[in-house]
């Protein structure tokens, strides 16, 4: 008798620890309400709504509560690492592939795709819309030095933007090039107040573009903008809510989870804000 409250209390105070840690962290939004709880570090998928109705769904199935903490690729994988969030939904290939080989990340799966567009003033001062490829695009606007927005924030976004500029042969510098270290639609904003050009998600575009009456869609198509998103979990036992986590991402690749995310926002904007994982895999890396 003696051994089994020694084993229940110890039990018990292994479920406060868990449940101290999730409520330390901050959340930028909680859903669902169950007792398994879990964090996800993202960016986009959180911002635009699609992670609370994948998480109140997955809630109610699992017992589950998800603790979303607003992070780009580049923190999400650093809180990751660092053990501080159970899981997180990046696109960010390379890094993920890094994190896998050396091996504080299991479970990177495939579960959906958007693409970047450049967006900008409508008189186009660079006239990136006669151009065929995305490095041309940006060869016209580093040239003409026109007003250009970076997120500098090591997300997904700008490690894209940065491998452009590689290709290109130019490290942009200067007046015209500006740096916001802020999320997507905050820089979308300020792209739009100050008539710049920025490259956002098609997602945001789609959910923000009646906000910006400033800025359209000057550039988009080429293979090398397509963005496809994946799940990274802990390593098992690394952190008290990995087991729930990786439900989770079971849950997300499921046909239901699936038809959630290809389905979202469609009532609201006239089409989705994501493809699927089965679109998504012809450009997977």
Not at 29 to 39: I, L, Q, R
Not at 155 to 162: F, P, V
Not at 235 to 254: D, L, Q, Y
Not at 262 to 269: E, G, I, L, S, V
Request: with cysteine; hydrophobic share 40%; aromatic share 10%.
């Amino acid at each position: 008798m003696k051994l089994r409250r020694i084993c229940f209390f110890a039990a018990s105070l292994l479920f406060m620890i868990a449940s101290l840690s999730f409520a330390e962290d901050k959340c930028d939004g909680v859903y669902g309400n169950g007792p398994n709880k879990f964090s996800l570090a993202t960016g986009s998928p959180g911002e635009l709504g699609i992670l609370k109705v994948l998480g109140e769904s997955f809630g109610k199935e699992a017992k589950a509560t998800l603790c979303w903490i607003k992070a780009g690729s580049g923190d999400s994988l650093k809180l990751l690492r660092e053990k501080k969030v159970d899981m997180i939904m990046v696109h960010a290939p390379s890094a993920e592939k890094k994190a896998i080989a050396e091996g504080w990340a299991v479970l990177r799966r495939l579960i959906g795709s958007n693409e970047f567009y450049i967006v900008g003033p409508s008189a186009d001062p660079a006239k990136i819309s006669e151009t065929i490829s995305v490095v041309a695009a940006y060869k016209r606007i580093a040239s003409a030095k026109a007003k250009f927005f970076s997120r500098g924030d090591n997300s997904g976004t700008h490690k894209k933007e940065m491998e452009v500029w590689a290709k290109v042969g130019i490290t942009p510098t200067g007046e015209w090039y500006i740096v916001t270290k802020d999320f997507m639609t905050a820089t979308l904003k300020r792209a739009d107040a100050e008539k710049g050009y920025f490259m956002t998600d098609s997602s945001t575009w789609v959910a923000e573009q009646k906000n910006l009456p400033n800025l359209k869609i000057l550039f988009r198509g080429d293979k090398f903008l397509i963005n496809t998103y994946h799940t990274l979990v802990q390593p098992k036992g690394a952190t008290p809510g990995a087991s729930t986590a990786e439900k989770f991402v079971e849950f997300v690749t499921s046909e239901r989870g699936q038809t959630i995310l290809r389905d979202f926002a469609k009532d609201q904007y006239g089409e989705g804000l994501y493809n699927d994982a089965a679109y998504a895999r012809q450009y997977d890396e």
